[in-house]
């Protein structure tokens, strides 16, 4: 099993910008990549990013495109997404999530491990 804790939501002003880590334990070797996905209130949740755990190649939604990145330690098994040009609709619970190397990077069944969500609001 791999249990995923998540930090640094909170809320910040439009423009501004959140660091979120989502620190993994257990059997880190199951890790092969790493998505990140929200959920807004009364809304689908979402993919965001991801990140594959070697090669460190990236894959990015279109709506944060630009202004999200994702990184990672492998030493310390832990993924990052940096947050940039905040916008009130980038308003949601944040998860990460991590998974196989097989499987779609934006398909949310493909990831069997997931954090317990972070909030991250961003005031207009």
């Known amino acids: 099993q791999v249990q995923l804790v998540e930090s640094g939501g909170g809320l910040v002003q439009a423009g501004g910008s959140l660091r979120l880590s989502c620190a993994a334990s257990?059997?880190?070797?199951?890790?092969?990549?790493m998505g990140w996905f929200r959920q807004a209130p009364g809304k689908e949740r979402e993919f965001v990013a991801a990140?594959?755990?070697?090669?460190?190649?990236?894959y990015y939604a279109d709506s944060v495109k630009g202004r999200f990145a994702c990184s990672r330690d492998n030493a310390k098994s832990t993924g990052y997404l940096q947050m940039n040009s905040l916008k009130p609709e980038d308003t949601a619970v944040y998860y990460c999530a991590a998974g196989p190397p097989y499987g779609l990077w934006y398909r949310r069944s493909d990831y069997p491990y997931w954090g317990q969500g972070t909030q991250v609001t961003v005031s207009s």
């Open positions: 990140i594959s755990w070697s090669a460190g190649a990236t």
């Open positions: 257990g059997r880190t070797a199951s890790i092969y990549r």
